[in-house]
């Protein structure tokens, strides 16, 4: 009879342990970005980033990583928009864009999440370009999101020419390079964080601009 007591209390501590250490995790990951922004990534120490975090420094290697692994599990959860990394086909906004039978309404879904995940991405992306220009590691990792980027500008470019509405004298290549030239930490951070813009007004721009540059203009309603 004491059996189902039992395996009731070891889920429920299962479950409380699995609890504590989302939450150390998340306490690391804050503390790092706090750190990072603050310091720079070369400037930044594990040691200070543990006590930020309020954990040991063993701890810390054992909840996410060494630093560079820190910065890259920053990087990926600033683009996932979640606790840990999530492939781009697995994310709400991918999904939606996809969905999505305009082209206008797959611009507008995607410029609204960008915006959302330069407000987390963008300063830690600014400490990862310093770093990548004398750190091996943060130079690759650069390169990585760089490229991946680019895969999926391009597999958007894709679905916007299913549209019907993308200019014809430009191909999909075009298309995703301005789309990912727009779309980029240093585009934000020149609007956004030198000139002033609200993120509303960057967002809002977006939107016109790859109108604009990228699809035919709507036909007038006829009378």
């Known amino acids: 009879m004491e059996e189902p007591v039992k395996a009731a209390k070891r889920r429920y501590h299962s479950s409380q342990r699995a609890a504590q250490a989302a ?8 503390a790092a970005r706090e750190v990072f922004v603050q310091r ?38 600033a683009i996932s928009g979640a606790d840990t990394a999530v492939p781009a086909e697995d994310r709400d906004y991918v999904k939606a864009t996809r969905a999505a039978t305009s082209a206008e309404e797959k611009l507008e879904i995607y410029a609204a999440a960008v915006v959302a995940i330069q407000q987390r991405l963008a300063p830690v992306f600014a400490a990862l370009r310093d770093a990548a220009a004398t750190d091996t590691a943060c130079a690759r990792l650069w390169n990585d999101i760089s490229e991946r980027r680019a895969r ?34 240093e585009y934000w951070l020149l609007l956004v964080g030198q000139r002033g813009w609200t993120p509303e007004r ?22």
Do not use: C, H
């Open 23 to 30: 939450a150390t995790r998340r306490a690391v990951l804050d």
């Open 40 to 77: 720079g990534y070369i400037g930044a120490t594990v040691a200070e980033i543990a006590a930020t975090a309020g954990v040991a420094v063993d701890t810390l290697y054992a909840t996410v990583g060494s630093k560079p692994v820190l910065l890259r599990e920053l990087v990926e959860t």
């Open 152 to 185: 999926n500008m391009r597999q958007l470019a894709v679905e916007l020419r299913n549209t019907g509405q993308l200019r014809d004298d430009l191909s999909n290549e075009e298309v995703a390079d301005v789309i990912w030239s727009m779309n980029a930490a």
């Open 202 to 223: 960057f967002g809002d721009w977006l939107v016109d601009a790859w109108k604009r540059l990228l699809l035919y203009p709507a036909t007038p309603a006829r009378r």
